[in-house]
């Protein structure tokens, strides 16, 4: 299955919605979470996440686990009991860290990949009462990779024109999911397309890819790509068809 997103990528952490659109002071998450990326090989089955409070409040934090699979072109998180957090929900006072651990019930063994989000959304206080506190809450999306071992991702590149634009996929036929960044195009030396920091997933079995605008290119070009991932820097070519 494919994926296709625009080249401005999502960031982990994104403000969900404005609970009162008054102007006024604003209130932002102050929630700091580590790591970032969650991978659990060898066919383990518990790992830990780190919260911190940066902030001078009390943090109300709700923490979830989803699966996360890929439907009809798109990602979509998937109520799931497979795999739980605990504790569900903290409170963080200021200063203060915590810890959730993430659990996999399952007791078959892990058989290639198992992709889950940890979700932690970092809630609200609540109105002050006089229309004069914008409110946001905040969510913190943890991919969370449970592996057996030795897994590798197999990531094959191709690049088509759409219109105006080159659309560049990477194909994932691995049992390991595929983290790129970095992604950079070049012709006869010269960079023509690039993709800053995280491009994106190829998750195992599935594709994503990315719409580029690109001038001077067209079908038969041989374009010279750059990436790195998880399982390796990529320097390879490509034909535009």
């Known amino acids: 299955m494919r994926r296709t997103i625009g080249s401005n990528i999502r960031a982990l ?7 009162n659109a008054v102007p006024g002071p604003a209130w932002a998450g102050t929630l700091q979470v580590s790591p970032i990326n969650i991978e659990v ?3 383990g089955n518990t790992a830990i996440q780190n919260l911190e409070n940066k902030g001078t409040s009390v943090i109300n934090a709700q923490v979830r686990v989803f699966k996360w ?51 932690i959304d970092d809630l609200p206080p609540p109105p002050d009462g006089n229309g004069g506190t914008v409110s946001f809450a905040v969510r913190h999306a943890i ?9 590798r991702s197999n990531v094959s590149w191709t ?5 105006p634009a080159l659309v560049l996929t990477a194909s994932n036929s691995g049992q390991l999911h595929s983290r790129i960044t970095q992604v950079q195009l070049s012709k006869g030396g010269t960079e023509v397309g690039s993709i800053d920091g995280l ?28 990436a790195v991932t998880n399982d390796g820097n990529v320097a390879t070519t490509i034909t535009v068809r």
């Open 143 to 151: 991919p969370v990779f449970f592996q057996a071992a030795g897994i």
């Open 69 to 119: 699979i890929n439907e009809n072109g798109k990602d979509k998180l998937v109520p799931t009991k497979e795999v739980v957090a605990s504790p569900p929900a903290l409170k963080i006072k200021p200063g203060a860290k915590a810890t959730v651990r993430i659990v996999r019930l399952l007791k078959t063994p892990v058989v290639g990949e198992e992709t889950y989000r940890l979700i």
């Open 199 to 226: 491009a994106g997933y190829a998750l195992a079995g599935d594709s994503i890819s990315w719409k580029l605008k690109i001038k001077g290119v067209a079908p038969g070009t041989t374009l010279a790509l750059k």
């Open 13 to 19: 952490a994104i403000a969900l919605a404005a609970m």
């Open 41 to 43: 090989p060898g066919g």
């Open 159 to 163: 690049a088509q024109m759409s219109g």
